[in-house]
Structure formats: C-alpha cells, structure tokens
C-alpha cells in the first residue's frame, strides 16, 4: 500500500517550486502578481455567496455510515445475536443487516432538503482518502473482508489496548468498515453518489478536505487511518507540540516538505477536477497545523502561493462548468496563530483568494467569537459563516431518573440552544450557518437525546430567530474538548475572589419589547461555596440581589434536566428590554467573605413566569 507515484508535469513543477519564495519570485506570471486569473475574477460584479448559500451543512467521512439504522431503516436493526467469535449471546444488541446501500445516502440528503439545508459540505478524507481515489492512498485499500487484522493497529488510537476489549472493537469495527466495502463490491462511489443525491433534491454540492486529519496519531506506524507520509517522522512536525500537549496529536504533516504539499495538491486536484461538486472547503481545524510554529516570512509566502494554486483549479473549473466554485476555509478564529504556523488568512482573504471562511472550536461550539472584529480584519470580498458545533461546552448534566450523567451536551437535541447560539453570530455579522458534527447526538444513541433535524430550519434569518425561547452559554475551558492554544481563550471558569467583581460579555440578538419574554441568568457555582450576596448585573443596570437557588438546567436537554451534584445553581430575572443587538454584558460580584467559583454562566430568553403559569 505504498504512496501512488504521479508523473504529471504539472505536479513535478509544483513540487519543485513551491519550496521557495526565490523561485515563487522568478515565475511572476503564476506567483509573482498572482495571476491575471486571479485578479480578474475579483474585479467581477458577482451575486453575494450568501445569496444562494446560508444554510451549510458540513458532513464527515462516516456521516451516512453511522446510522444505517435510521437511512436503511428497512435492512438494519439491533439485535441481541450471537457472537461468532465466541459463541455466546452478546451481552447489548448489536446492530444487524445489510449490505449498505446507496439508497442510505440518499435518504440522508432528503432530510437535509427537507429541513432547509441549501449547501451539503461532504468530506472526503481524513489522513487517507475514504472514497475510492485515484490518486492517493484511499482507507480500504489491501483490505479483505473479514480481516478483522487490518483495523488491530487503530484499537490504541480509540484508546483501547486490553486484549478482550481490543476483540469487542473489531467486531464492531470492522462492521462499520464493511459498509464502505458493500458499496465498493457493488461499484458505488459514495463520494460521486453524494453530488448525486444533492442534484436531485436542488442542494449545492461542495467537498471538504481535511488538511492535517490526526485520529491515527497513537499509532503512525500501525493504524491503517495513516497515509504513508505519516509514517515518516521527517514528514511530519517536530516543535508543534509544549508543555502538557499530547506530543503525537501535534506531530502532523509538515507542508513544509513538498512531498506533503504535493499529495495534498493531487487529491485536490482529484475532488475539484473529476468529481461534480461546487465549492471546495479546506478543513484546517482538523488539525490545525500546518509548518513549524514561529514560520518565516518565506515560509508564510510558500502558503500563501500554494493555495493559490489551489484557487486556480476552482476558477478552471468553474469556467468549464459555468457555474461558481467558491473556494474557503474553516479556522480557528485565532488568526495570529494561524499566520505563525503559515496560515495567513487576512492577506488571502483581503486579496480575494478566499471566498469564505467558517471560524469556529474544535469539538465545542463558540459562544463569542468575534465575527464583527473579523469582518473589520478581513475586509468585504469574503463572507464569513458562523458555525455550530454539536458541543456545547463542558458543563456537566444530569438525568436525575435514570441516573446517568453527560460531560457535554449535544445541541443537535436543543433547539432554544441552537437558536441562541446562531442569533448570537448573526447578531455579529455572520451571513450564515455551517453546521458541524451536527449528526453525532444520532451516532451517540444517548438515552432521550436525539437530533432534531428540523431545528435546521431557517437557521440562517435573524427576524425568524427573534421573540423565540432561546438558551446561551459560554465557552469553557480546561483539557476536555479544547485544543490550545488554537482555541479562543474562555472566559470560564473564573474564581471570584470576596468583594470583587468580573465581566463576562456575549453576543445576542435583540427581542421584541412585546413578545412577553424575559431574560433569565443563570449563574453556576460549586455547590460547597459558600453564598451570600451574589449581586449580577447585565448591561450596566442596577445589579440585581433577588436570587432562586435550582438544581435545573434553563431548558432541559432531552431527559438531561439538571445540573450534577457538584454544582448548583442561581437564577436572576432581568426585562427583556435590557437584551442588546450584538455584544453584551453581565457583571457577577461577590459580596460575600469566602471565595465563589463560577463553573459556568446560562442566560434563557423565555415566556415570563406571569405568561407561562396561565
């Protein structure tokens, strides 16, 4: 399964030029004034890309794979069967049926069509291609169904290493791998069926490319996710890595090295160029890394031209179909850091480059990522989305009846939170939605938790947003769920030491004086603090001593309806009227003689308490 070797000389040119600015300089007709092509494109007159393109809907490798339970309701059940490998009556039901069938991904785009998704972002790698590619290693490929050997190297990367353990995971595992087989034996490209499904229902088709995929870093040698390059500790990153960060998540391909420019090149050239999709997004969050921390000025240029290069094959396609091929990127909203790794956004953005972008968190959704200072940044020719992770943040919750507990809540679920936190952005400037790992609250089969794929709906329109219940959070930090230093900083957990004060400051978009809403904030602390006068202010009222202390959550989450016992909380109602269009304010005090720990703070905008008691 060594690497593919391509002789194209347009690729060998690549490979031996892009290394440097000197020779980037030497060419001006493609490097030195960045093309004619370039240039003439941005001059155009040209409809807005949030015109046709709101509702975005970013969807991984193994979106339709998750669940054929819920896609081929009619070929896929849970059974509790016998294990073939042992003998015995499995202890939980598996999930039985098959093969995996085309019809699945269809089904999968008739719910986005049906629930306003106007965009389908489908991506097509993560280290390895996971389509069958032409051009670069793809994830099945030396594999024999049944060879439960060929997945072994990956059960470390899950964090799986005792032996009966490592045998449950191929089982199911290998399983899950086999769908994609069931598509390749029957001659199906899922890849190309996915642009198929989307001309059907009148859905833009847009790839995603994942530009530093990780999930095999526990293992580069054995896991079968690696692409050959990653075996190669001279191809991969050596100084990404400080302090307490797990060194190999960090050691990513190094796009320094023009062997990782250049197969990364290839398999883009593969999507854009034989394949019907419509825009192309690259994914540099997963991970984001690129070249050596602290890059030179050369280095940032070798990017720079590199991904203009990239920008001329979506402008010759577009030519050649007659429609637009957008071309953007989704980041961490830190850009400095990005421009010291050599991605620097604002200059791409501000020449015209790029035509979006998608700032967001890893795993957690941002609360108060400043799309307003970003826009100011990064000029007026790149539309910027803002997007919803499937987390909400780290705050703890509790199912008190069944006694289960859930360290991050899936927003796909809540409704009133994804509501917040889309007005939120596009309160800020954001001129849509792109929804991100959206579909695993379905691949978590949480007990009461499920996606609501109607909650898609209208996402994008601010007036629609408006006068309806709303839940807000912020983000939180520590080692789960954040990856740092790429993440914005949070702005909790804070401790509050006695007769003190702190401001917290999100954005929200404004409601209706006569909607019958009010504001409620809800503050929450270690429940072994001591408490006695816990002032809040929001957006410079006189702060507000009247307190309800609740072991509830503002809006429940499925069957999560409240806070676990480590914590408790503290409500405060304010008038609606107080909610500004954009950033606002809470200032927390602590008037007491002991210090407080605030774990987290929630706002609801809900029916008043007169409105919802009649």
């Not at 097509?124 to 490929?141: E, F, G, H, Q, V």
């Not at 190309?192 to 040698?221: Q, Y």
């Not at 702060?543 to 914590?567: I, R, S």
Request: hydrophobic letters at 35%.
């Amino acid at each position: 399964m060594g690497q593919k070797v391509n002789s194209h000389t347009r690729r060998r040119f690549l490979k031996s030029t892009v290394a440097s600015v000197g020779a980037a300089q030497a060419l001006p007709g493609i490097f030195g004034d960045n093309s004619g092509l370039l240039r003439d494109s941005v001059s155009e007159k040209k409809e807005p890309l949030s015109k046709k393109h709101k509702n975005l809907f970013n969807g991984d490798t193994c979106v339709f794979f998750y669940n054929p339970e819920k896609w081929q309701p009619g070929d896929y059940t849970f059974k509790r069967v016998i294990n073939p490998r042992t003998g015995k009556l499995n202890t939980k039901e598996t999930l039985q049926g098959g093969p995996f069938a085309a019809k699945a991904i269809h089904r999968f785009v008739d719910e986005l069509a049906d629930n306003d998704i106007d965009t389908f972002v489908i991506n097509a790698n993560a280290s390895r291609a996971w389509y069958p590619s032409k051009t670069i290693p793809s994830i099945l490929d030396g594999y024999k169904r049944g060879d439960r050997d060929f997945f072994r190297g990956h059960a470390i990367c899950q964090g799986i290493t005792e032996p009966e353990a490592v045998e449950d995971f191929l089982d199911t595992f290998s399983a899950f791998m086999d769908r994609y087989q069931d598509l390749l034996d029957a001659g199906v490209d899922w890849l190309a069926e996915t642009s198929k499904a989307c001309r059907r229902r009148k859905i833009s088709p847009w790839v995603s490319i994942r530009m530093n995929d990780l999930h095999g870093s526990n293992n580069f040698e054995g896991s079968f996710f690696n692409l050959p390059l990653l075996k190669q500790k001279e191809m991969r990153l050596q100084n990404s890595s400080y302090g307490p960060h797990n060194p190999s998540y960090r050691e990513g391909l190094n796009y320094e090295k023009a062997e990782v420019r250049d197969i990364m090149f290839r398999q883009i050239r593969e999507v854009v160029e034989d394949y019907d999709f419509e825009g192309l997004e690259l994914d540099w969050w997963r991970q984001p890394l690129c070249c050596e921390p602290n890059a030179s000025e050369q280095t940032i240029e070798m990017m720079r031209n590199w991904i203009r290069e990239i920008r001329k094959l979506t402008q010759a396609r577009a030519r050649k179909t007659g429609r637009p091929y957008p071309l953007g990127i989704r980041i961490p909203g830190r850009l400095d850091i990005l421009r010291s790794i050599g991605l620097d956004v604002v200059t791409l953005c501000q020449e015209g480059t790029l035509d979006f972008i998608c700032p967001s968190g890893f795993w957690c959704t941002t609360w108060d990522m400043p799309h307003d200072q970003l826009r100011k940044l990064l000029g007026d020719k790149v539309t910027i989305y803002g997007v919803i992770e499937d987390g909400a943040n780290a705050l703890a919750t509790v199912d008190p009846e069944r006694n289960t507990t859930q360290k991050l809540r899936y927003i796909s679920a809540s409704k009133e939170i994804l509501h917040a936190n889309a007005a939120g952005k596009l309160a800020l400037g954001a001129q849509g939605i792109e929804w991100f790992n959206f579909y695993c609250t379905d691949q978590a089969r949480i007990p009461g938790v499920i996606t609501e794929y109607a909650s898609l709906r209208n996402i994008y329109n601010l007036d629609y947003l408006r006068g309806r219940p709303k839940h807000y959070s912020f983000a939180i930090g520590g080692r789960s769920f954040n990856l740092i230093p790429f993440e914005l900083p949070p702005q909790l957990p804070v401790v509050l030491e006695p007769v003190s004060q702190h401001p917290f400051k999100i954005p929200m978009c404004a409601e209706p004086a006569n909607a019958n809403l009010e504001l409620v904030i809800q503050i929450v602390l270690k429940s072994d603090d001591p408490v006695t006068h816990l002032p809040v202010s929001f957006n410079g009222c006189w702060p507000n001593l009247v307190k309800e202390k609740t072991a509830k959550l503002l809006f429940p989450l499925g069957f999560y309806t409240d806070h676990v016992k480590e914590n408790t909380a503290y409500n405060f109602r304010f008038p609606i009227t107080l909610v500004k269009e954009g950033w606002n304010e809470i200032v927390v005090e602590n008037g007491g003689k002991a210090t407080l720990n605030v774990v987290c703070i929630e706002l609801a905008v809900k029916p008043t308490e007169f409105n919802t008691k009649q």
